[in-house]
């Protein structure tokens, strides 16, 4: 029996799908890339065809008034500093997340990204310095540093098939330090004279934001209006206001959905199942929106936005430039324009990699790259191409024909990341194959996400004890989704012959009312050494594990039924279940079935092409390491 791709997407007790956020982030941010492109063409069609409209337009001023004050901005300044705030508060949630729940849950391996991403930027601004001394345009040093991570990420996808799953966390690690950094650069270098009073009103804000966030008040408009309060005290202070998104973004947690916490909105949900009132509804809203933590909910709301939105809109009202032969010729003998290309082509690559290599050295080993070296410079090919952030900055630094010539110097990088970065992959694709996958892979150890190891002397384990790769598999008898996987974990076994394969029970007793009595049928079992019998058995009859079903089974089988019977009643099988349900808590687990490959949780489809691919790497890397 076979089952379409979507049919391995579900998953029981999870509160939601499958796809871990980073993923969905990563998959937004390449998407978006093409949006970008298409709204950057689209300025340039119009300032081209209508110089003088497409200017008009978004000169054109909007004011919104409260009485006896209001603000007064122009288009292009509501969505530079207003609109894009929210682009800012999408940034500080990803970094935010990282630290929780990411690659930078564990504190050391910050320096490496912090240190990456500080030589990415340091380097390209002293390239830009050198190249424009004494040409009256060395103010302009911050249009040179940032990486836009939507094209960076577009491109790998481009140019990168053959790069491993963590270089493009890598490469979202650097430019999340570069847009904080960056953003601290566009606050204090290339903002108007600071009004004390107005900064510290929205310092202070900021403190009761925070304060309320201590006294744990869960309602967005306080949050909201708060912050648009800030955003308006930091606009009269001089302070450019996207500060207070990324601020925002970075104070609100991060943390994987609980069991207890889905298992109390299910039992809500029950409870409104049976007395569907308007109280036991909003009961049930808050019940699974507190399974949830803010910052994923926040993500899932505006990342969309600011990715197919608001960025477009930013590129269309400031990437609209005349371009003609003459002005072409002129920006490509013009310091500005040469400046940025050579600081991002040359720079952001050397820089990455210099600082990377500096950490590594420093620590004598002991922090190490994700990645192996030839991927980490593909990473700084792919992060020399600078957009959003680099054109914001434009803006504030030049204007007139200066603003031109940085317009064009910033597109021009989109190009040339694109063509160094296939060289790059093209070099390393030539390389022999052992020698290739130690320069794509490196020898960093990698995070582990399964809190228990897998003990054979415990663990219920199927395949080669010593196998290079194992793939654990947290599963509840009466879930419908284990049972679609079961098919595709029979298939990987047989395709691949040096994969173990180990089931952890996690009954989801709130929706699986037979799945703990499955699960203790099967602890039975195994103390007459048939485990994997009745293991088989019960996954193929997911409607029928009654207890008259079990014992049917156990004689099925061949077992000492009488036995069998006594062991059940005992709940001989009750504490290893409990200790897999444990080991699953410890591990974040929340729902069936979840999948780990050598400790890494598998994120995405469990159909056999996704997990196939997930085992290839892992034995690469395990290849790599040994």
């Known amino acids: 029996m076979s089952f379409e791709a979507t049919d391995y997407t579900g998953q029981t007790g999870s509160g939601g799908d499958s796809h871990s956020p980073l993923r969905t982030f990563l998959r937004t ?34 004011s919104v008034n409260a009485g006896s ?26 970094a935010r997340r990282e630290f929780d729940m990411g690659e930078l849950r564990e504190r050391k391996r910050l320096a490496l990204p912090l240190a990456a991403g500080l030589s990415g930027m340091v380097v390209p601004i002293a390239l830009y310095l050198a190249i424009n001394a004494g040409n009256g345009t060395a103010g302009g040093w911050g249009v040179a540093m940032s990486t836009d991570t939507a094209f960076a990420l577009g491109l790998l996808a481009v140019v990168g098939r053959r790069m491993p799953p963590g270089l493009r966390v890598f490469i979202l690690m650097i430019t999340v ?15 108007d004279r600071i009004a004390v009073p107005a900064l510290l009103a929205a310092v202070g804000i900021f403190a009761v934001i925070l304060l309320i966030g201590k006294l744990s008040v869960r309602h967005g408009a306080v949050y909201a209006l708060l ?21 925002m973004g970075l104070i609100t947690y991060a943390r994987p959905a609980s069991r207890v916490a889905l298992e109390h909105a299910s ?67 013009s310091s500005v324009t040469l400046g940025i290309l050579i600081a991002y082509v040359v720079g952001k690559p050397l820089g990455i990699v210099a600082g990377s290599a500096l950490t590594t050295l420093a620590s004598r080993g002991r922090i190490r790259l994700p990645v192996g070296w030839g ?130 029970h996690l009954p989801l007793t709130d929706v699986h009312v037979h799945a703990q009595l499955a699960a203790e049928a099967a602890e039975a079992a195994a103390l007459q050494d048939r485990y994997w019998e009745m293991h088989e058995v019960l996954i193929s009859h997911q409607g029928a594990l009654r207890f008259e079903d079990l014992v049917a089974y156990a004689e099925e089988i061949g077992l000492d039924t009488a036995r069998f019977e006594r062991d059940m009643h005992a709940h001989a099988g009750a504490a ?44 690469e890397r395990a290849a790599v390491l040994t």
């Not at 890339?33 to 909007?62: K, Q």
């Not at 912050?227 to 601020?247: F, H, K, R, T, Y």
């Not at 060289?423 to 960093?444: D, E, H, M, Y």
């Not at 004890?465 to 079961?486: I, L, Q, S």
């Open 227 to 247: 912050g648009i309060v800030a955003w308006v005290a930091l606009l009269e202070s001089g302070v450019d206001p996207v500060v207070i998104g990324l601020a």
């Open 69 to 94: 004050h209001g603000i007064s901005l122009d288009l292009r300044e509501w969505v530079n500093g207003g609109l894009m705030t929210l682009f800012f508060f999408v940034i500080g949630l990803e």
């Open 177 to 191: 330090v570069d847009d904080f950094l960056a953003l601290g650069v566009i606050a204090f270098a290339y903002s």
């Open 29 to 62: 941010e390449t998407g978006s890339a093409a949006v970008l492109v298409m709204a950057a063409l689209a300025a340039l069609v119009w300032a081209g065809a209508a110089p003088s409209a497409y200017e008009s337009f978004w000169h054109t001023h909007l």
């Open 375 to 504: 991927a980490a410079t593909a990473g700084g090919t792919l992060s020399g191409v600078g957009f959003t952030v680099s054109l914001l900055i434009a803006t504030l630094a030049f204007d007139g024909p200066r603003l031109d010539e940085a317009k064009i110097g910033i597109l021009s990088t989109l190009i040339l990341s694109l063509l160094t970065s296939g060289l790059v992959t093209a070099v390393i694709g030539l390389l022999p194959t052992s020698a290739r996958r130690r320069a794509l892979l490196g020898k960093a150890e990698t995070i582990t996400d399964l809190a228990v190891p897998v003990d054979p002397d415990r663990d219920h384990v199927r395949g080669p004890w010593h196998a290079p790769v194992t793939v654990v598999e947290y599963g509840d008898y009466e879930c419908p989704h284990c049972g679609k996987a079961e098919a595709v974990v029979r298939e990987l076994l047989a395709d691949f012959g040096d994969v173990r394969y180990v089931w952890r």
């Open 576 to 619: 290893h279940v409990a200790e897999d349900v444990e080991s699953a808590d410890l591990s974040s687990v929340a729902g069936t079935p979840t999948f780990f490959v050598n400790g890494r949780r598998h994120h995405g489809a469990y159909d056999i092409t996704s997990l196939s691919a997930a085992v290839r790497a892992a034995r």
């Open 267 to 333: 039992g809500l949900f029950r409870q409104f199942r049976e007395q569907p009132t308007s109280e036991l509804e909003r009961h049930v809203r808050a019940g699974m929106a507190s399974a949830i933590s803010p910052n994923e909910r926040l993500q899932r709301l505006y990342h969309p936005w600011t990715s197919y939105v608001i960025v477009p809109l930013f590129a269309l009202a400031n990437t609209g430039i005349e371009i003609t032969g003459d002005q072409l010729a002129r920006a490509f003998t």
